[in-house]
């Protein structure tokens, strides 16, 4: 089993690849480290990283005919810029486009994708089904969300994963980073009125183990606890363990191009591949803000305009 992970330097491709060096699982990895660094590839051999667009139909043909992949985890994405419809387009469409077909004529056994929650588009309840409607409206969900389509209804088995927000070593978006860089800088913050899952990276591979062991399957599954989580309590558990106890913060509501609660079920997911999360929110974000203090996040990225 040979696997091809792109974005394999962002937050979630670049810990996959590290939890597969320790079970000596052979891989490679293109990334074009607009996002990703080299910096959490760390410990990771040069010779299994490419750097390059997805876009260069080239370089990509050169790394399936070098290197011959099995599998593709696809983490690659463009998100950083929500007003660059264009470039989002470009890499999370025609990208995903061109790894299909590479895919299939060089005899991929299954191409597993990371979707982004914000596929759902605004949602009139959550959790939120796997069989919910898709209404997409930002740059970044709209991309991804036809990016997925084109995949699944290729000659292809795909595995679309929906996440949740899943916590790992080097997590460099959402309200876990924001809030302790902030916080411990002595900075205001403000509390976004939302809800959101959070999973931690542990239970999220272990899924990932049990659908590389079932190349024959395809579809789509959310991966989520299914437990929605108020952003203020992230806030506390956060200023509790800076021990800036007595730091306010004012409750802001959404923006326009935010979503109330983004919460998955994963009950699908759960009944499939029998597996279960296991690791609960205290111990998540404990483990999170841990890593925070041996290895600080200083670049924390968004998909949203209003920060």
């Avoid at 690849?17 to 996002?35: M, Y």
Wanted: glycine share 6%; hydrophobic share 40%.
């Amino acid at each position: 089993m040979k696997i091809l992970i792109t974005g394999g330097a962002g937050t979630l491709g670049s810990n996959i690849a590290k939890r597969f060096l320790t079970e000596d699982i052979d891989f490679v990895i293109v990334d074009n480290f607009e996002t990703g660094s080299y910096e959490n590839l760390k410990g990771i051999p040069k010779s299994k990283i490419i750097e390059g667009s997805i876009l260069d139909e080239i370089l990509m043909r050169s790394v399936f005919e070098t290197h011959a992949p099995s599998y593709i985890i696809h983490s690659a994405a463009s998100y950083k810029d929500p007003d660059d419809f264009e470039k989002d387009a470009l890499v999370n469409i025609n990208g995903s486009i061109l790894l299909s077909k590479l895919a299939i004529e060089f005899g991929v056994n299954q191409l597993i994708n990371f979707q982004t929650a914000l596929c759902y588009g605004k949602p009139s309840q959550a959790p939120i089904s796997v069989n919910s409607i898709c209404k997409p409206f930002t740059s970044y969900g709209t991309s991804k969300y036809f990016g997925e389509y084109y995949l699944l209804n290729s000659n292809l088995k795909v595995v679309s994963l929906r996440l949740a927000n899943i916590c790992s070593e080097n997590l460099a978006i959402g309200p876990i980073p924001t809030f302790y860089n902030r916080l411990k800088a002595g900075k205001d913050c403000f509390i976004t009125d939302a809800y959101r899952d959070f999973i931690d990276f542990d239970d999220f591979y272990n899924l990932l183990k049990e659908i590389l062991k079932r190349s024959d399957c395809s579809g789509i599954f959310n991966v989520s606890t299914g437990v929605s989580t108020h952003i203020e309590e992230i806030f506390n558990m956060i200023k509790m363990y800076l021990e800036k106890l007595d730091t306010i913060a004012p409750i802001k509501p959404i923006m326009t191009d935010d979503v109330y609660n983004t919460t998955l079920d994963p009950t699908e997911t759960i009944k499939f591949f029998n597996w279960k999360p296991r690791i609960e929110l205290k111990e998540i974000i404990a483990k999170q803000l841990a890593s925070y203090d041996q290895k600080p996040i200083e670049n924390i990225f968004s998909h949203l305009k209003n920060e």
